[in-house]
């Protein structure tokens, strides 16, 4: 066993003491002597304090000296009726750590979450954290971004209900090409920042919520946007999550949204013509722009955004979900406007 006064023994013993006296108490991790089981700890203390999220971070701070530390946040209660960004108000935990420790830190975490795995990816891993026997295990998704001192690694708790709230694009009743397009449209956000919209469409209960925020989780990690729904499942740190109060107020949320030029806005739902003039604009001002509309087929729902910027030749992608009346068994099929005829729909096919 390390002594005390170890570097990295000091670290965890250090954070256990300030989590003490922020009312955050955890029962200590086993012996600490290596990076690795350094690493291993600071997930289980993440996790058994409810931590939304935490970052091991390095940066030069105000004084012009260079600093390091693990920052640790928890959420704050919703009031009844909140106003702002879901999950907006949140209380930090930070705690100091040596510049020299921070590189052989975040190497090990990197290890932990198999930094790379996922070729798509390439700064994403993640970590399995084992609660009790009535919980589900915690899934943390870890970012690594880079940094002047070197990397900061974020890592962002993901439990059950979060992980049920954002399902992947695969696991909806598309096609296996339909999801893979899908897929990597909304990773590689090309077309989508290139004016062209994509619209969840269908009857009410058809799955279009969903798919909206399916089309959420395979959003890259360094994104940033804004996104107006009426019934959020759960909150993102790449998305800010307002309510709209009221059918009226979707209008004036997009707006608000587009002073603060986000990279993507997200609209549940588009019921008002204002509402969808306003989607349109961002799409066609290079923000990428996805909404949810109610419409029984791909056409109306064409229709629809004709009527409310009529002579703008926009093109959506149209995500239509459809529900079989006998057996309520749920399916959807992507539609494109075709290349040679701006008011026809065409099924869309691999190029």
Do not use: C
Not at 138 to 147: A, I, K, M, N, Y
Not at 161 to 178: H, I, Q, W
Not at 213 to 242: K, M, N, W
């Amino acid at each position: 066993m390390s002594s005390p006064s170890s570097p990295i023994a000091a670290v965890i013993a250090g954070l256990l003491d300030t989590l003490n006296r922020e009312s955050l108490p955890v029962a200590a991790p086993p012996s600490v002597q290596t990076f690795d089981e350094a690493a291993r700890a600071l997930y289980s203390i993440a996790a058994q304090t409810r931590a939304t999220r935490f970052s091991v971070w390095a940066d030069t701070l105000d004084d012009g000296q260079d600093g390091a530390g693990i920052s640790l946040f928890y959420d704050v209660p919703e009031a009844p009726n909140p106003t702002g960004l879901l999950g907006g108000e949140q209380r930090a935990v930070r705690h100091p750590v040596d510049v020299s420790l921070h590189g052989p830190l975040t190497d090990a975490m990197a290890a932990l979450a198999k930094r790379g795995a996922d070729a798509l990816r390439p700064n994403r891993g993640s970590v399995n954290v084992p609660l009790d026997a009535a919980s589900p295990e915690l899934e943390f998704r870890v970012v690594f971004q880079p940094g002047t001192l070197g990397p900061w690694v974020i890592s962002v708790a993901r439990d059950s209900r979060v992980r049920d709230a954002f399902p992947p694009l695969s696991s909806l009743p598309l096609s296996a090409e339909e999801a893979r397009f899908l897929s990597e449209r909304f990773l590689k956000l090309d077309t989508l920042l290139q004016g062209q919209m994509v619209l969840f469409t269908g009857a009410r209960g058809s799955g279009r919520t969903t798919s909206l925020h399916a089309a959420i989780e395979a959003l890259p990690d360094d994104v940033r946007g804004l996104a107006a729904l009426e019934a959020p499942r759960a909150s993102d740190i790449r998305i800010g999550i307002t309510r709209p109060d009221g059918e009226t107020a979707m209008p004036g949320t997009l707006r608000a949204f587009l002073r603060q030029d986000p990279d993507l806005v997200f609209a549940d739902e588009v019921r008002s013509d204002d509402a969808m003039k306003l989607l349109i604009n961002s799409a066609l001002t290079g923000h990428g722009a996805v909404g949810v509309l109610e419409a029984t087929t791909p056409e109306a729902a064409l229709q629809r955004v004709r009527a409310a910027l009529p002579g703008i030749p926009v093109a959506p992608l149209f995500v239509h979900h459809s529900v079989d009346a006998a057996s309520g068994e749920r399916s959807m099929a992507l539609y494109r406007v075709a290349q040679d005829n701006a008011d026809h729909l065409e099924r869309w096919k691999p190029d």
